[in-house]
């Protein structure tokens, strides 16, 4: 069974940093493409960033270019995203999720993501 469970969201203010996790099971995490995405309220899905760890290759969205930072431990299985100079319009909730294998890094939809996480909410303000 695929599982994708994502911690570390909370609330936090405007200029602040949170680090988020997600551990993946039930697939060869090492050799797929992973992304975050996330959801405002009210508004519909954003792509954030993806990594192809098996290549080395990272994407960010504009808006967190320079601000956020994709990785993996493939020895734990762990997706992170750490988040820097956070703002409020990146009040969200974060979800994990595995790109399917032909989708573009920079997917808009879910059906291009074949397995997501819980999520996990991330709240900016002061």
């Known amino acids: 069974e695929v599982q994708l469970v994502e911690s570390g969201g909370g609330l936090v203010q405007p200029g602040g940093s949170l680090r988020l996790s997600c551990a993946a099971s039930?697939?060869?995490?090492?050799?797929?493409?992973m992304s975050w995405v996330r959801q405002a309220p009210g508004k519909g899905l954003e792509w954030v960033p993806s990594i192809y760890s098996y290549i080395s290759n990272t994407y960010y969205a504009d808006s967190v270019k320079g601000r956020f930072t994709i990785s993996t431990d493939n020895a734990k299985n762990t997706l992170y995203l750490q988040m820097n100079s956070l703002k409020s319009e990146d009040t969200a909730v974060y979800y994990c999720?595995?790109?399917?294998?032909?989708?573009?890094?920079?997917?808009?939809?879910?059906?291009?993501?074949?397995?997501w996480g819980q999520g996990t909410q991330v709240t900016v303000s002061s």
């Open positions: 039930g697939f060869t995490f090492s050799s797929s493409a």
């Open positions: 999720a595995k790109l399917e294998p032909y989708s573009d890094y920079d997917a808009p939809h879910r059906y291009e993501y074949d397995y």
